[in-house]
């Protein structure tokens, strides 16, 4: 009987696996279909007429009306949003009125500098705000704890922009401790071979180790600084859960038990908070991604949001709804597989 069961309930298990997934699966279009149609209704609100950016003042009605008819937009909006979903589904983005290029390019020219940037900003905010969260708990009210505390004030209600520029006039123009805006010095940007896109990885496979120390030279700065960002959201909301979990009665029986607060910490603690700990650590990696956008722009460097920046000043609306496509992909996709890994992780979510 034992056996028959156990074959059963993995099918079950299974089956209710394949049924989130196909739900996350239909939330996740869904919402992208909102997003697109909330951000191309936008862009048509806008004063900025996209034919006057192309033909210029002088140009003739009928030359007007040509081009008017060549992007479509003589067309109801309704049918100018489904012929967009039409060519995005060949992956065709548009052309961008800035660059002359087609948007796909350029998304994928620049999205592995915020991939780089994201990335390494939130190893430094995991590592930096969990440790933070643990030490603060085990030891409350502590120097360490308050300091935790100004952190996450700090990073919550200072602008990452202003750490920025503080950061670029106190490291960059008084000590000389950064290497300043950009990825590389021009002296390395146009000898460098891209292989897989990323500045880093690259000029470590080139060889050339002056190249290397550049690229972290120019890296570690927009690092920190959204680094801080990060190791503020996450030190914020990790030691309230564990706060909260500390004050559980299975806490003071291990401690009358004569259990350390270390190791209630680290074999209680933290496994029950495992849930929380996934998700605020994917959230901040989202965050990364969208509030790059001004760090980006601090700092010159070639991303994403610099790339979306320079798109709104010059109303290119197809460098816009790319670009907000791309974002908005990877916020539905980091937030459904936040969901899998807390439910895969979680046995009380299941």
């Not at 089956?15 to 699966?25: E, F, I, S």
């Not at 965050?287 to 760090?295: A, R, Y």
Request: aromatic share 10%; with cysteine.
């Amino acid at each position: 009987m034992a056996t028959s069961a156990q074959p059963s309930s993995r099918a079950a298990g299974l089956g209710r696996l394949v049924q989130r997934l196909a739900g996350n699966l239909l939330s996740l279009v869904v919402t992208l279909l909102g997003l697109l149609a909330f951000t191309f209704t936008l862009s048509h609100l806008s004063p900025v007429d996209p034919v006057l950016q192309l033909v210029g003042d002088h140009a003739s009605a009928s030359t007007y009306a040509q081009v008017r008819h060549q992007l479509g937009l003589d067309q109801s909006v309704p049918r100018q949003f489904w012929d967009y979903l039409k060519q995005l589904a060949h992956g065709n983005l548009g052309i961008s009125q800035s660059t002359g290029q087609p948007v796909l390019s350029d998304l994928l020219r620049t999205f592995p500098a915020t991939f780089t940037l994201a990335t390494c900003s939130l190893i430094v905010g995991a590592v930096c705000g969990i440790s933070l969260a643990l030490i603060s708990v085990w030891r409350p009210k502590s120097w360490i704890d308050h300091l935790a505390r100004i952190v996450s004030l700090l990073g919550y209600s200072v602008p990452v922009f202003w750490f920025g520029l503080l950061g670029l006039l106190l490291f960059y123009a008084v000590l000389h401790w950064s290497a300043g805006p950009g990825q590389l010095d021009d002296l390395y940007t146009y000898t460098l071979e891209p292989k897989t896109g990323i500045v880093l990885i690259d000029s470590w496979l080139s060889g050339d180790r002056a190249m290397f120390i550049n690229a972290l030279a120019h890296l570690w700065l927009p690092v920190a600084t959204l680094g801080l960002l990060s190791t503020a959201s996450i030190t914020r909301l990790l030691r309230a859960t564990l706060l909260e979990e500390n004050s559980k009665e299975y806490v003071t029986l291990a401690l009358a038990k004569g259990a350390s607060r270390w190791r209630i910490l680290w074999h209680h603690l933290l496994p029950n908070t495992r849930g929380t700990l996934i998700t605020v650590v994917m959230l901040s990696y989202v965050s990364l991604l969208e509030g790059s956008v001004l760090t980006e722009s601090v700092f010159s460097w070639p991303g994403m949001g610099r790339y979306l920046t320079n798109a709104l000043f010059a109303a290119d609306f197809p460098a816009i709804l790319g670009t907000t496509l791309v974002v908005g992909a990877c916020f539905i996709l980091i937030n459904a597989l936040t969901d899998a890994l807390v439910w895969l992780t979680d046995p009380r979510t299941r």
